[in-house]
C-alpha cells in the first residue's frame, strides 16, 4: 500500500509499504526521518508516534489499551495520535497519510 508519510516541516515521502509490515516499519526501512522506533515495535517506547490523517481515522482501527497507555509518554498527543508500530498495512490503507510530530519522546 502507498502510504504518504508528512514530516513536520512539511516534507512529504510516498512510500509503498509491503502489507503485513506496520507503518512504523515502512518508515524504518525507508529511512524516512520523524520517527524513532526505540522499542522496535514493542508499543512500550511512544517514539513512532504519529498523527492520522481525519480521513483514514476509520481504517486504521482503535487503539489498544497499552497504545492508550504509552501514547500518555508522547507529546503533543492529539485525538488522530497513533503509534505507528500498531497499525498494520493492508490494502484498505492503500493511500494513508500520516504526520510526524516536532520530536519523539
Ligand atoms: Fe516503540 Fe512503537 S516502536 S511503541
Known amino acids: 500500500a502507498k502510504i504518504t508519510y508528512i514530516e513536520h516541516d512539511g516534507t512529504k515521502h510516498e512510500i509503498e509499504v509491503a502489507d503485513g509490515l506496520t507503518v512504523m516499519e515502512g518508515a524504518i526501512r525507508n529511512m524516512v526521518p520523524g520517527i524513532d522506533a526505540d522499542c522496535g515495535g514493542a508499543c512500550a517506547c511512544a517514539t513512532c508516534h504519529v498523527y492520522v490523517d481525519e480521513a483514514w481515522l ?13 501514547l500518555d509518554f508522547a507529546t503533543d498527543v492529539q485525538d488522530n495520535s497513533r503509534l505507528s508500530c500498531q497499525i498494520k498495512v493492508s490494502p484498505e490503507l492503500d493511500g494513508l497519510i500520516v504526520r510526524m510530530p516536532e520530536y519523539q519522546g
Do not use: A, Q, R
Not at 58 to 70: A, F, I, L, N, Q
Open 58 to 70: 476509520g481504517k486504521t482501527g482503535d487503539k489498544t489499551g497499552v497504545e492508550e497507555s504509552m
